[in-house]
């Protein structure tokens, strides 16, 4: 079976430039999340998807960072306008359903450079 | 609020030697779940085990085993006869409706 497939692995922009990242989760999970991991830090939850819906983004920066997921698979996380404090890597992560037993199955990630 | 913390930022053993990672939670729910995941260089974080409030006992898998102890809010984490290949950040974290991270514990096993 397929894991979370995300692109690009690396970016590298110039503040002030926007920036997309897309997530393919494993098929069949209905829940899907963003994550923003900071150097040295943990992973901190950006936004949780069910089906096409949004289940949480309150932690979700709205001024400059927009998701979507449209038809309820891919998911697109955007950056718009970077700034260095963005710097990080973004994980997807995906699961059966959008309950707290249910275990998160994580991408590789996009590591973000923002100059 | 939930809060996750590992207070040992690095820990550094020799391969044999047995290593325990520690980790305190702080949450008002009362059903919620913990984890522990993996995070080797590669970057991608591998889910190693999961336990639900109600569930205190220990666990053992191969070389892994965890300790949960609700009166102490911990949930650690050993590794018996650790090896090389364990080296990697090992992240504790707590879902109670949303996932919390700990910020991490690098362990680095030295040949």
């Known amino acids: 079976e397929a894991g979370v497939a995300q692109s690009p692995r690396y970016k590298i922009i110039e503040k002030r430039q926007s920036v997309a990242f897309w997530c393919n989760p494993i098929s069949g999970h209905a829940t899907l999340y963003w994550y923003q991991q900071i150097l040295g830090q943990g992973p901190k939850l950006l936004i949780q998807f069910q089906n096409n819906g949004v289940v949480d983004d309150s932690q979700l920066p709205k001024d400059r960072f927009s998701a979507e997921r449209l038809k309820g698979v891919d998911s697109t996380l955007k950056i718009q306008p970077a700034k260095l404090e963005d710097s990080a890597v973004y994980l997807c992560a995906s699961s059966l359903a959008a309950v707290v037993q249910e275990t998160q199955y994580f991408g590789p990630g996009t590591r973000l450079l923002v100059l | 609020a939930q809060k996750v913390t590992q207070a040992q930022t690095e820990i550094s053993v020799v391969e044999k030697e047995d290593v325990t990672l520690d980790c305190v939670y702080e949450?008002?729910?009362?059903?919620?779940?913990l984890f522990w995941y993996k995070q080797p260089p590669s970057g991608e974080l591998v889910f190693l085990i999961r336990r639900n409030s109600f569930d205190e006992q220990n666990e053992i898998s191969g070389r892994y085993s965890w300790n949960f102890q609700k009166s102490t809010s911990s949930f650690n984490f050993t590794i018996t006869a650790s090896q090389v290949v364990d080296s990697a950040v090992y992240f504790c974290g707590l879902n109670a409706g949303k996932s919390t991270f700990g910020d991490g514990t690098t362990l680095t096993v030295k040949p």
């Open positions: 949450t008002r729910d009362t059903t919620y779940y």
